[in-house]
């Protein structure tokens, strides 16, 4: 039964839920369910209508473990858990004192700050877009568990340098990801954690890849000459045969 108390109907507005959440091996479940009343004609100052609603999609488990080398790493990630906080995520590094920091790309830090308040998340949530650079006083690992980015993913580049995510489950040829900016003529040098590059050796070369394939897990740097998007497909071709990756 719909009661409407005016002429005038408006968008839906939930008034007061019940639900619960559920974990489960390889699925997790949130659900609401509406009182028998949510929103639909209006009287005065509110909207009713009889209604359900659901407030989270169903979605299957996903896992990524992370590997850490001792000192700089550049990591990002493909799965992201339903609360993404750094510090939470992390709170295993922290626990046993293995790690030292972590940076995003503007400067912002996950670090201890001693006695001016403790371990402290100046950058906050994971973003699929964004890799980050973590220092750590010893290898370590990181398990991360939750929901798998949507693709295709648009990530925005500032000019000059920029520390990307990869948002894919599986291997990607290093210059097929950045062809794009290729074709754009905005791509100066693409950089992962060990200093191998994407970039154009001109008459000693051309675009050479020795980077080879982008990693899960992993995240790079990319210097742009002027502000853009790369977008991230679900897959992609083989390299082009004029671009030479060194053995």
């Known amino acids: 039964m719909m009661f409407v108390f005016a002429q005038a109907a408006w968008s839906q507005q939930l008034i007061s839920t019940s639900g619960n959440f559920g974990e489960g091996v390889t699925v997790d479940v949130s659900w609401t369910l509406g009182e028998l009343v949510t929103a639909t004609g209006e009287?005065?100052?509110?909207?009713?209508?009889q209604g359900f609603l659901q407030n989270f999609p169903v979605f299957a488990i996903e896992s990524l473990q992370l590997d850490f080398d001792a000192g700089w790493n550049i990591f990002s990630s493909w799965v992201r858990p339903v609360d993404g906080d750094l510090k939470l995520l992390f709170s295993p590094l922290i626990g046993d004192y293995s790690l030292i920091k972590v940076q995003d790309e503007a400067g912002n830090t996950l670090e201890d700050l001693g006695n001016l308040g403790g371990w402290k998340n100046g950058i906050g949530d994971l973003s699929?877009?964004?890799?980050?650079?973590?220092?750590?006083?010893?290898?370590?690992h990181l398990e991360v568990r939750g929901g798998r980015s949507a693709l295709p993913l648009d990530i925005p580049l500032s000019q000059g340098w920029n520390t990307i995510g990869f948002p894919i489950d599986g291997p990607v040829d290093a210059f097929m990801l950045v062809k794009p900016l290729v074709e754009l003529g905005t791509?100066?040098?693409?950089?992962?954690?060990?200093?191998?590059?994407?970039?154009?050796?001109g008459l000693f070369g051309g675009w050479v890849n020795h980077i080879g394939d982008c990693l899960p897990g992993e995240g790079y740097k990319i210097n742009v000459s002027t502000p853009g998007v790369l977008t991230v497909f679900p897959s992609y071709g083989k390299t082009d045969p004029q671009v030479r990756i060194p053995e």
Do not use: C, H, P
């Open 43 to 49: 009287m005065k100052s509110f909207d009713l209508v």
């Open 128 to 140: 699929f877009t964004e890799g980050y650079k973590v220092r750590m006083n010893r290898a370590g």
């Open 187 to 201: 791509l100066i040098k693409m950089q992962d954690e060990r200093g191998y590059t994407v970039e154009d050796r």
